[in-house]
Structures are given as structure tokens and as C-alpha cells.
């Protein structure tokens, strides 16, 4: 399995990304894919995930500014970033978990700064 990112960038504070991932391989179409992101010195966290059965989880800190979409069975994923702050910058993983394994993407950077 293999998770492919794309999206990333350097964006002023107040402006909008939007991150993509398409995963291919031998893939369960029960899962949940979703994004985790990574600031320097920090530990990875979750930002957004949504199972196959259409539920969705956002961190506190993004909930009203980004948005999860896609479709899971499909196995692409997407994330909607508005009204970024420069506290949003880090790297942003693409993760799948099916029944029996985990996936993670090599990441994209994403910088919010003037």
C-alpha cells in the first residue's frame, strides 16, 4: 500500500490550502483515512479523519477552519485548510488504518507565515 500527498505549500496567516492523498495498493474498503501533522519539537497529532462509514473527527484546533473529504472506498482523501494561522505549521502526514494495518505518507510541509 502506498499513500501519495500532495497540496502543501507556503501561505500567508488568513489563506487556504488544500491538502490531497490518493492511496493505491490491495486496500480494505472498511477504513479510515485521515491527516496527522507534525511541528518541530513536537509530537505527531491527529488534525482530521474519516472512517468509511462517513464519520468525522477534528482536532480541537482546526474544527471551523479545515474540512476532511473524500471517499474511502475510493481511498483518496482531502483536506480543506482556511484561515490558517502560522501555529498550523508543520508537516502534514496522510494516514490509513484498515482492520489489519496502518499506512502513513511521506508528508508534505505545509509554512503559514508573512
Known amino acids: 500500500v502506498q499513500l501519495v500527498e500532495s497540496g502543501g505549500g507556503l501561505v500567508q496567516p488568513g489563506g487556504s490550502l488544500r491538502l490531497s492523498c490518493a492511496a493505491s495498493?490491495?486496500?480494505?474498503?472498511?477504513?479510515?483515512m485521515g491527516w496527522y501533522r507534525q511541528a518541530p519539537g513536537k509530537k505527531r497529532e491527529l488534525v482530521a479523519i474519516?472512517?468509511?462509514?462517513?464519520?468525522?473527527t477534528y482536532a480541537d484546533s482546526v474544527k471551523g477552519r479545515f474540512t476532511i473529504s473524500g471517499d474511502n472506498a475510493k481511498n483518496m482523501v482531502y483536506l480543506q485548510m482556511n484561515s490558517l494561522e502560522p501555529e498550523d505549521t508543520a508537516v502534514y502526514y496522510c494516514?490509513?488504518?484498515?482492520?489489519?494495518?496502518?499506512?502513513w505518507g511521506q508528508g508534505t510541509q505545509v509554512t503559514v507565515s508573512s
Open positions: 474519516k472512517s468509511s462509514t462517513g464519520s468525522t
Open positions: 494516514n490509513l488504518i484498515t482492520r489489519w494495518s496502518g499506512y
Open positions: 495498493g490491495n486496500i480494505d474498503s472498511r477504513n479510515t
